[in-house]
């Protein structure tokens, strides 16, 4: 079951099967991907909060959630995959919004990855990374073979995938894989400290700077200095790159709209 609340132009959402650590079902994973598209389209959405509840915050996909599966015939396995863990990565990387994992426990496989698709990450003294695939004799899916190297680079991120270990929160941290630690206490508070900072932004100007940065990754110099300058062009359009340049040359604090 998922948790959806709404304030402040931040829409969280909460992952709430702490009995099974937030391992995903189909329907919980794919109600997941429509808030996510919601918040996206919706322009009174302005940010993105994801955290869960309990000691885990997913444990990947919930494989004790359905009958055992049939044997497959080739290609049921990567249709699965790909209509499944990698839409739900998608629709992190894609949603147009700022989103932000708050991790409050374990994080491992699907779930790990799901942490680490969002645009920032908090994590709680308590939280655990795991990239669980290599004890089950699997492949990492879930985008996580896309992600970590992008992260930390391919070394660091085969160690993990290699081994398996859990990474602590003051690890991950070290090794760039958060953007902060803080007392578990404190996780929500700060969570939405930043979410509310974020839905008072520029948040069309946010949702180009996503972008261009997501797809750097991805691009030579010639297309991401093109990507830049056309995405400039579109942002100049909307109010709120007026009111920023209205501000500075007023010497006042701009009044954002998300507009």
Same mark, same amino acid.
């Given at each position: 079951m998922l948790k959806h609340t709404f304030k402040n132009n931040v829409s969280w959402i909460t992952l709430n099967r702490p009995e099974a650590m937030n391992a995903l079902t189909p329907a919980q994973r794919d109600h997941l991907i429509h808030l996510l598209e919601d918040a996206s389209a919706d322009p009174d959405t302005r940010a993105v909060v994801l955290t869960a509840t309990g000691r885990g915050f997913c444990t990947g996909a919930d494989l004790r959630a359905g009958p055992p599966p049939n044997t497959p015939l080739p290609g049921d396995v990567s249709r699965v995959i790909r209509t499944g863990a990698q839409r739900l990565i998608t629709a992190v990387l894609d949603c147009e919004k700022p989103v932000i994992a708050a991790v409050n426990g374990t994080a491992a496989g699907l779930g790990a990855h799901l942490a680490y698709a969002c645009d920032l990450i908090l994590a709680a003294e308590s939280a655990r990374f795991i990239e669980v695939f290599a004890r089950r004799g699997l492949v990492p899916d879930g985008g996580g073979a896309y992600l970590l190297p992008r992260l930390i680079g391919p070394q660091r991120a085969k160690e993990l995938m290699f081994f398996g270990d859990a990474l602590t929160a @003051? &690890?991950?941290?070290? =090794?760039?894989l958060v953007n902060r630690v803080v007392p578990d206490e404190e996780l929500e508070a700060t969570a939405r400290a930043w979410a509310e900072r974020l839905a008072t932004g520029p948040t069309r100007s946010l949702a180009?700077?996503?972008? =261009?940065?997501? @797809? *750097? =990754? &991805? *691009? &030579?110099r010639a297309t991401a200095f093109s990507a830049e300058a056309a995405a400039q062009e579109i942002n100049m359009t909307t109010s709120d790159a007026t009111e920023g340049v209205t501000a500075f040359v007023e010497r006042r604090t701009p009044d954002f709209t998300g507009r």
């Open positions: @003051a &690890d991950a941290h070290h =090794l760039g180009f700077t996503k972008q =261009l940065v997501n @797809a *750097s =990754l &991805d *691009s &030579d």
